[in-house]
């Protein structure tokens, strides 16, 4: 792994330099394609989280700038795995994958695949991929995706193995292209990385320190999704709530959404992840007056136990974590509230479980992600004594998740009957005579309608919950 990059240039110049590799490559595709008297395929296919779907746009972005069109399904000719760490599980899907995609290859002799995103980001991974997956022709972590036309022709020219992967950076390369997967929302990094080192999670290990672009980039980047048919954009980083702290002129979360709420044309403002510690007044006020922003907080519990928060390295406890929950309902009490919960986390006691319980009782979430805790090579937890067995957990989890479902199916419920504006999405998978669409406080609404309203917000009566989506019928649109 190189510690940092060897040739410093400036992020223009970068920018500059990945769009003479997309020349080239182009050039070596074009070849390719008259030798084979077809076009060639790629297939990009994602783990994890928004973070990587957005880091997935940008290298389908890549691939079709150079000419590859998009294949079906992993039969394609440029196959790229970007892979998630943050549980042990999500690893071990990418390796089962691996095994049919060496199969494939041995029927497509141009096929090429690459491994790309968090995982690659460990020793450990990329060791075995070396002596166990001899299939794969490309492996980058996550701090050099942006060199990825550089590191595309190098593929396309090479038969061995290509490992290029960074233990950090500091460089924000801005302006190479990218393909959204909708035509009408899409997702913005405004920051890059993480500081925290929750003592259980992986990502600052994989993602690097904490970076934050510059608003005047972001706004930019904006108004040009929005002069591009995109309505809905979801502001993406680690820890949101931290934005903007390390620029050389300061400016907070706050402030940023405040500025993007004046955005033209824009109509609704999403966000991800904030973190308890860094939840400001000041930001709560911004959502609450702020007509575009989405009233809908995802607001990581972890843990109810004060105690367990303190080992996870939380920096918050019990108290405060209600105290927000109070303070956003006083402010803004239609706010939809979710979270992410850690079940087993070494040395959860049935009390400390119990915390956890009272937490979600008495928040009410509208929903909650609950996870079995996982152990992380590298991460302080993962040495702590007292892992708990497997069967507590389960039992546990399966606790919780029972009191979750209750609470966010009531909470679903309380809608049925109001009239509420719903962005609708795309078709209904299943029935045609359908499309799927999203309240502001991210529900999914199904209800009858055509194609031509994909991408605009109808007023829709929320005829039957069904626990946790709606059937509706349009009032207007
Ligand atoms: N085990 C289980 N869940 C984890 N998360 C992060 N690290 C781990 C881990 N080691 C969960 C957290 C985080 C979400 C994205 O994933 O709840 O908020
Ligand atoms: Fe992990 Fe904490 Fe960073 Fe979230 S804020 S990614 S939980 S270290």
Redesign the pocket.
Known sequence: MRDFEVVTVSGEEETKIQYEYMKKAREIVAKKEAELGRNLTYCVHTFGCQMNARDSEKLVGILEQVGYVEGEDEHSDFVIYNTCTVRENANNKVYGRLGYLSNYKKKNPVMKIALCGCMMQENVVVEKIKKSYRCVDLIFGTHNIYKFAELLCRTLESDSMIIDIWKDTDKIVEDLPIKRKFSFKSGVNIMFG?N???SY?I??YVRGRERSREPKDIIREIEGLVADGVCEIMLLG??VNSYGKNLENPISFAELLCAVNEIEGLKRIRFM?S?PKDLSDDLIAAIRDCDKVCHHMHL?LQSGSSRVLQVMNRHYDKEHYLKLVDKLRAEIPDIAITTDIIVGFPGETEEDFEETMDVVSRVRYDSAFTFIYSKRTGTPAASMEEQIPEDVVKERFDRLLKLVQEISSDKAMQLEGRIMPVLVEEMNEQDASLVTGRLDNNSVVHFPGTQDLIGTICQVKLKECKGFYYLGEIVES
């Open positions: 993480c925290n080192f929750c999670c990502v600052p680690q820890n992840t973190h990581p």
